[in-house]
Structure formats: structure tokens, C-alpha cells
């Protein structure tokens, strides 16, 4: 009797827990059911904010905003609630309420904003006092984490300021500030050229980002995008300073590298055999979709089938090309063509002072390696500044800076027979090791024919980064002088004038057998020259 009551129990349990499971699923089926896909646009009332963090509240579900202020993001109810923040922004929150397409607009947080910044005039005045947005990052900020150009480490720092950082060696980045181009002033003076790089890092003592046409209005037509303000250090009233500043960064290459199938080589519908470097015939047409690789074939001498390549052996009595095996021998072609880039920066700065006036003087030095062979840049600049009490209402203040960047080659980025990644990962095929193409002028030919294992095509990457040189040799020369004299407290008069002047000489040495889109190069050489004053 007991047992048949025990048997009786276990079977309502048995039932009970399916139903318990059943409803789980059902719940879960209809949970399911309940998600969608919200999609919207984040400005900030005029301009687009590109990324803004999003979340679901009371999950970790998120997203951030695009370029253009746009976003997706899959929640798991139409009653959610989206909570958006962005730095210099106040939080915000929004309820779904089964709303697929949501346009939302964020404000500026100006309620912690106690600092002094500098205005267009150059004039130091209360954030809370003026009627348009400005946010300031402080010269410490950026030298700690050192970037290449100064611009680069703005990035995260500022709201509504986007910069479009660049991994390549001496490529200028990306500047958008609301969504349009900000105009560059240093110490007053408006850079049309834009160019960050003659700034040194050291030298800076903040940034101040003026935000919209209000802002920088001193400045015209160029400044309605806004403006970032460069001002630059001056000497300390009340000691003398000396500073010395070093430091290297290593750059050890690209972040992700696409994958590519390494199972077959070089040419066309299976086949493949290397004549002479043109690439037709049995050379496959440029194709990488020749044999498999790494076959084993028990009737040669390597036990993997063999084939005639680019680097095989002559054969002494008949003069044709030995089979060698058809390896995958080219699987880290990326890795072992490009290297560790370093950037090493040094600066030694003297300043001093007293009531009546100070100076600062400085020198500094920007050494990149890239990570491309036989590329680097060199940054050489030397500024000095000061002030001086010229009469009781009287003050001047000047600042000049020569700043020189020179390098015989840089690597030249974009689509086409220049960019060494896209050369490797797309068109060299497996079966070609790139350590293979180090010696890269053919025997008896040399400093006239490139050795390759298709010379019609492609070009050796070696050869390219060694013959195909671009030479860049720019010297900056910018500065300002001020005059400021008080008439009562509260009344000053303020004289200001500048120099902005730079002359660019840039070379390309194309050597012979260069192979570029339309024809293969007999040797060229050209020279260009540009200057520009302004004042």
C-alpha cells in the first residue's frame, strides 16, 4: 500500500515540474515575442553626436551612436527605457513606448562648468559667463599618453569633437566638430593650413574648443564651424624652470588583419607553372586560384607535389627552372614584411620670470619610425616666447616658433599598386614567402629590372619601400605678437598681430621596372614646391 502511494506521489511530481517547465517556455516564447528593433538619431538639436552610449535600463544591452549620430539596438520590451550619456551632455532618458523610430535630443551639461577658458579674443573669461559653448582640456592631459600628432589625443576628450585617427605614418587626421571642420588658431592666430603637426606637445598649455558660429565669430567665414584654440606655455613668474621631457611608444602594427585562404596558390582553374614573370599563360592571369598547396606526392624527391616557381633553381646543362615543392610557405606574409614602429619624443624647455616680465625657450625632437621598411619622419622645433611690462599700463607679449619635418620616404596609403597590406593580403598569393623577395633586383639586371614572381602586375615590396622613395621637407615659421594696454579697470585695449608662413618641397624618385596602373616605369624623378604666407 505504501509503495503504491509512493509511486502515486512521484508521478504528480513528475507532472507538476513539466507544467513548471511548459510555462517557463511559454513565458519565454512570449518574452521573445516582445522584442523588436529601435532605431534613431542622436543630435543635439543641430548637429549629429556620434558616439553616444545608449543602454537599456536595468540590462547591459547597448549600443553607441555612428558618425551621423545613428543607432540600432534590439530591446526586449515595447514599455523599455533607453538611457543615453555622452561626455559634456546631461543623461537622458527616453521610454520606448512601442516606438520603432526615435529622434532625441541631448543638452549640454554647463551645470558643473566653473573653469576659465580662452575666448576667440584671446581673453580669459568664466565659462558661466558666455552665451556659447566652449569645454577646455588642460596641455597635461595630452602629454601623458603620447600620440604622433597632438590632435590624436583630443579623442573621448571633448563632446561633440571627432577625430578620425589615422594608423598610417604621417597621415593627418580627421577633424569634425559638430559634424563640420573646426578652424585651428594657435595663440591667437588663425592656421589656414590646419597643420597640427609643427605643434609640440610639450608646448601646449590647453586647448579650448569653441562650439558654433557664435564662438568663433571673430574670425569670419572661416570660423563658423567653430575653432580650436591652441595656447601655448609661458614662463613662470616666479622661478626658473628647467624641464626635460623623453619618451618611446611602440607601435607593434595593425590591430586586425583580414583572413584569407591560405589552401591555394598562385593561378587559374587549378594550374600553375612561373615562365618568365608576366603573369599570362600558365602563370594564371594574376589569379590566386592555382593548385592546392602542401600535396603530398610520393614521386618527388620534397615528397609534396612541385611545380616551377620564381625563386627555383636553374639547371646548369639545360637552362630551364627545377620544380620545387608547392608550399604554403607565405602564411605570415603580413607579420613578417612589416615591423615594430617606434615614436620617440624629446623636449628640454627653460623658462623664468619675475614681476615685470618672463620668457621660455624650447627645443624638441619627433622621431617615428614607421612600420613599413625604410619609412620614418623626423619633427624638429625650436620656440621661444615671453612678456614684458613696458610702461605701468603697458604690456607685450610675442611668441615665435620654426618647426621643421622632414623624411626622404613615407609610404603612400589607398587603393592601388602603393598600399603594401592590400598588395599582401589580396594579390600575393600563399605560396609566396615574402622573406623570398628581400633581395629584390634580378641578378645581372641590377637598378634596371625588379626581381617579383609577376613583374606585369604587382611589384616587389621590398623593391617599392627601397627605390620608390617620396621625399617630404616642410618648414614652418608662425608666431604672434600682442599689445595690451589698461585704461581703467574693467577698459583694455588689445593689439594683436601674426605670422603664419611655410614652404613645402616634396620629391618622387620612381625607379625603373616600377609598375603602376597604366604602364611600367622607365625612371622618373619630379620635384614640387609650395610656399604661403600670411600675416
Do not use: C
Not at 311 to 326: A, V
Amino acid at each position: 500500500m505504501k509503495k503504491t502511494l509512493h509511486n502515486k506521489s512521484g508521478t504528480g511530481k513528475t507532472l507538476t515540474l513539466i507544467g513548471v517547465f511548459l510555462l517557463l517556455l511559454l513565458a519565454g516564447g512570449i518574452a521573445h515575442g516582445q522584442s523588436f528593433t529601435v532605431t534613431g538619431r542622436v543630435t543635439d538639436g543641430t548637429n549629429a553626436l556620434p558616439g553616444v552610449t545608449i543602454l537599456e535600463k536595468g540590462t547591459a544591452n547597448g549600443t553607441s551612436t555612428d558618425a551621423d549620430g545613428k543607432f540600432t539596438l534590439m530591446v526586449g520590451t515595447t514599455n523599455a527605457t533607453l538611457t543615453l550619456s555622452f561626455i559634456g551632455y546631461k543623461t537622458v532618458e527616453v521610454a520606448v513606448n512601442n516606438q520603432t523610430t526615435l529622434n532625441i535630443n541631448m543638452q549640454e551639461d554647463v551645470t558643473s562648468l566653473n573653469e576659465v577658458v580662452v575666448t576667440a579674443l584671446g581673453v580669459q573669461k568664466d565659462v558661466k559667463s558666455l552665451g556659447y559653448a566652449v569645454q577646455k582640456v588642460d596641455g597635461n592631459a595630452i602629454q601623458k599618453g603620447r600620440e604622433p600628432n597632438v590632435i590624436n589625443s583630443l579623442t573621448g576628450k571633448v563632446a561633440g569633437l571627432e577625430i578620425r585617427n589615422q594608423t598610417d605614418l604621417f597621415q593627418d587626421p580627421g577633424i569634425r566638430l559638430r559634424g563640420a571642420t573646426p578652424l585651428v588658431v594657435i595663440d591667437g592666430v588663425p592656421s589656414v593650413d590646419a597643420d597640427i603637426w609643427k605643434v609640440n606637445a610639450d608646448d601646449i598649455e590647453s586647448f579650448d574648443v569653441l562650439k558654433g558660429a557664435n564662438a568663433s565669430a571673430l574670425y569670419g567665414s572661416i570660423g563658423r564651424n567653430g575653432a580650436i584654440m591652441i595656447t601655448t606655455k609661458r614662463g613662470n613668474k616666479a622661478k626658473t624652470t628647467v624641464e626635460l621631457n623623453s619618451s618611446t611608444m611602440f607601435q607593434t602594427g595593425f590591430i586586425r588583419i583580414p583572413e584569407v585562404q591560405t589552401t591555394y596558390g598562385n593561378g587559374y582553374n587549378g594550374q600553375y607553372a612561373y615562365v618568365d614573370g608576366s603573369g599570362g599563360g600558365t602563370e594564371g592571369g594574376g589569379w590566386i586560384w592555382g593548385p592546392k598547396l602542401d600535396q603530398p606526392d610520393p614521386s618527388t624527391p620534397s615528397g609534396f607535389w612541385e611545380t616551377t616557381q620564381f625563386n627555383s633553381p636553374i639547371d646548369e646543362l639545360t637552362g630551364d627552372r627545377i620544380p620545387t615543392p608547392f608550399l604554403s610557405r607565405g602564411r605570415n606574409n603580413v607579420q613578417d614584411f612589416f615591423r615594430t614602429g617606434i615614436i620617440s619624443t624629446n623636449n628640454i624647455s627653460i623658462s623664468s620670470g619675475n614681476a615685470d616680465g618672463n620668457f621660455r625657450v624650447s627645443v624638441s625632437n619627433n622621431y617615428q619610425k614607421g612600420i613599413v621598411p625604410n619609412s620614418q619622419l623626423n619633427n624638429t622645433s625650436f620656440g621661444i616666447s615671453g612678456g614684458y611690462k613696458l610702461a605701468k599700463n603697458l604690456r607685450a607679449d610675442a611668441s615665435l616658433t620654426y618647426n621643421r619635418q622632414y623624411t626622404d620616404n613615407f609610404p603612400e596609403t589607398g587603393y592601388g599598386p602603393t598600399n603594401y597590406l592590400y598588395n599582401l593580403v589580396l594579390w600575393t598569393g600563399p605560396d609566396i614567402d615574402v622573406n623570398d623577395l628581400r633581395n629584390y633586383w634580378e641578378k645581372g639586371n641590377e637598378g634596371i629590372q625588379q626581381r617579383n614572381y609577376n613583374k606585369s602586375w604587382y611589384n616587389n615590396p621590398y623593391f617599392q619601400a627601397n627605390e620608390f622613395l617620396r621625399g617630404y621637407y616642410k618648414d614652418n615659421v608662425f608666431g604672434q605678437l600682442k599689445l595690451d594696454y589698461s585704461v581703467m579697470p574693467g577698459l583694455d585695449i588689445m593689439l594683436r598681430s601674426g605670422i603664419n608662413q611655410y614652404s613645402l618641397n616634396r620629391s618622387w624618385k620612381e625607379p625603373k621596372s616600377y609598375v603602376a596602373y597604366d604602364y611600367v616605369s622607365q625612371g622618373n624623378f619630379f620635384l614640387s614646391t609650395e610656399s604661403n604666407f600670411n600675416i
